[in-house]
């Protein structure tokens, strides 16, 4: 009897074996990209800040925070995004009067003017963007 399962067993379990096996091409690993950076931005009436002021190029998560009176929408002019050649930094959705919203982008390198939109009066900020940063391929625990 068991050496009827054994012989099912090596039957049923070549072909995940032989499948396990890969083609003869090589390829290359690729360097994981860098790992997102964390930005605030804080919206009020007098102005826009942006938390740090300069970060490299990459992957950017801002947190922004709507501190005045009419909704915001974040803006951004610079240069064009590095996901998207010749396409502009798309802008962030509407934000409410003492809300707060999550805006992901891939920013290239280079100097941008971020505003709060239309609706709002508020001094702009500058971010400055710099060169790409290094692959976050050694680091453990990331997301």
Do not use: W
């Not at 951004?76 to 809300?99: C, L, M, Q, W, Y």
């Amino acid at each position: 009897m068991s050496r009827r399962i054994s012989i099912a067993l090596a039957v049923l379990g070549a072909p995940v074996l032989f499948a396990a096996c890969g083609s003869e091409e090589d390829f290359e690993n690729q360097p994981r990209a860098s790992a997102p950076v964390e930005l605030t931005a804080k919206v009020n009436d007098k102005e826009v800040e942006v938390s740090p002021g300069e970060v490299g190029a990459g992957l950017v998560v801002f947190t922004i925070s709507n501190q005045s009176r009419v909704p915001v929408q974040l803006t951004f002019a610079g240069p064009p995004t590095t996901d998207s050649p010749g396409e502009k930094v798309p802008s962030s959705r509407e934000i409410t009067p003492n809300g707060v919203s999550e805006h992901k982008v891939d920013l290239a390198q280079g100097e941008y003017t971020i505003g709060a939109g239309d609706q709002s009066d508020a001094r702009k900020a500058v971010l400055d963007v710099g060169p790409e940063r290094p692959s976050s391929t050694n680091d453990l625990l990331l997301p």
